[in-house]
């Protein structure tokens, strides 16, 4: 590669192949893989707002090119083509990696687990490779709360809760984590294994948000519902042993994972880690669907539903080690203000991304 191009068009980067190198400046430079879905986009935001240099890698399965800030090179890629994965890096040192791209629906992975199992772990270990042959050092991976099989009597899991994954989701991030550890042992590349419970919210500013086809995630679904802009609501399960009968996640704002990510660069440099990241604090689905009312001020059409296979009744985290280990503190702690924030990106983008006119993108 010679002297950088200018960036292309919205239109043109859809089909970019291999993006011009990240001119020269200060600090580190990150490759974040699915940085045009939801929880990488607003990762990616909360970098460049600190100065980073990021490089995007996503083949916009889910991902939106749109949600790629038109400054940051986008790299149109599969993980399993290995051979682009060298290109990258060697056309950039990257410092750290950031992983998000995955298959990553519970639902999914029950009626197709071989796939998840496969194509979850092969991807991530490409990228390990390539990472380890590229020089980086510092990796870190979105696993999930869906690791673990849920206490009784439904109390925070900690840390240190030995892994006993429910569904072949879970289990295709746990055996990311257990490959991890040994490319640590004999390469030396230090992993952050970040569990997210449930990301939930959107950017505060209404310029990022949740956009998946199909949209499998409660909240967004439970406005769309309210917007009468599909069917009411299935609640998947209303005879959990829960104080409504309905299921309990710890939703955390995306933007407090998004920091969440910062804290964990900063902490490899101290060695590996793993943590789990949430709120500390349970909600049930209908509890979610009474705060979409009061927030939208429209009613949810609801209908019951049975469980949705592989969902446990409780998943709420502990995630005070990783407070104090790092500082970091969740912010957004009231449930009106995380739908808030979902709800207002709804109302400035009805259509999702395609609301949002590439010209507008491409400056901002
Ligand atoms: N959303 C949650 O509540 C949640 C909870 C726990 C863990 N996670 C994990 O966090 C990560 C991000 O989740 P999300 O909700 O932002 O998902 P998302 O689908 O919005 O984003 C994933 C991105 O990865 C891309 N991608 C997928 N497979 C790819 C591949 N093989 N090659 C290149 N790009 C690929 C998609 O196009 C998409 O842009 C996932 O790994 C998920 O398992 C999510
Ligand atoms: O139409 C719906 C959608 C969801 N739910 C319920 O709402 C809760 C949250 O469901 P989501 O689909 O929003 O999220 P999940 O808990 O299934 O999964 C999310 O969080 C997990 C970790 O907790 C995983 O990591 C996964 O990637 C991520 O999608 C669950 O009890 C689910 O049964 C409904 O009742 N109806």
Not at 47 to 62: E, I, P
Not at 77 to 82: E, I, N, Q, Y
Not at 129 to 156: H, I, M, Q, W, Y
Request: glycine letters at 8%; a negative charge; aromatic letters at 6%.
């Amino acid at each position: 590669m010679t002297a950088p191009d200018p960036i292309r068009p919205l239109a043109d980067r859809r089909q970019q192949q291999m993006p011009a190198p990240v001119p020269a400046g200060t600090g580190s430079t990150y490759l974040v893989t699915g940085g045009a879905g939801f929880i990488g986009s607003h990762t990616v935001q909360a970098l460049r707002a600190r100065g980073d240099r990021v490089v995007v890698l996503d083949d916009l399965r889910q991902g939106h090119a749109e949600a790629v800030p038109a400054d940051v090179p986008l790299v149109v890629a599969d993980l399993a083509d290995r051979a682009r994965l060298a290109e990258v890096f060697s056309t950039w040192k990257i410092d750290a990696v950031l992983h998000f791209a995955a298959l990553s629906l519970v639902g999914e992975s029950m009626t197709d687990p071989i796939r998840y199992c496969r194509d979850n772990l092969a991807n991530a270990m490409n990228l390990a490779e390539a990472a380890v042959a590229g020089g980086c050092r510092r990796f870190v991976l979105s696993s999930t709360a869906a690791l673990f099989l849920p206490p009784e009597d439904g109390s925070p899991i900690a840390d240190d809760a030995v892994p006993n994954p429910q569904n072949a989701y879970g289990e295709s991030k746990y055996l990311i984590e257990r490959a991890l550890v040994w490319a640590d042992k004999v390469h030396g590349l230090r992993t952050a294994a970040l569990r997210y419970f449930n990301a939930a919210g959107c950017d505060p500013e209404g310029v990022l948000g949740e956009d998946h086809d199909p949209e499998t995630h409660l909240i967004p679904i439970a406005i769309d519902a309210a917007l009468g802009r599909r069917p009411p609501l299935a609640i998947f399960g209303t005879d959990y042993p829960t104080r409504d009968g309905t299921a309990i996640r710890d939703y955390i704002h995306v933007c407090d994972l998004a920091s969440a990510h910062l804290a964990a660069l900063d902490r490899l440099e101290v060695g590996s880690c793993r943590y789990n990241l949430g709120t500390g604090t349970g909600t049930t689905v209908q509890e979610v669907v009474a705060a979409v009312e009061r927030v939208s001020g429209r009613k949810v059409p609801v209908r019951d539903a049975p469980r949705r296979a592989g969902d446990p009744a409780v998943l709420v985290a502990r995630s005070d080690r990783f407070q104090i280990d790092t500082g970091w503190e969740p912010r957004m702690r009231r449930l009106d203000d995380l739908v808030a924030t979902a709800w207002n990106w709804r109302q400035r983008h009805p259509d999702g991304y395609r609301s949002r006119p590439a010209a507008k993108l491409a400056a901002g």
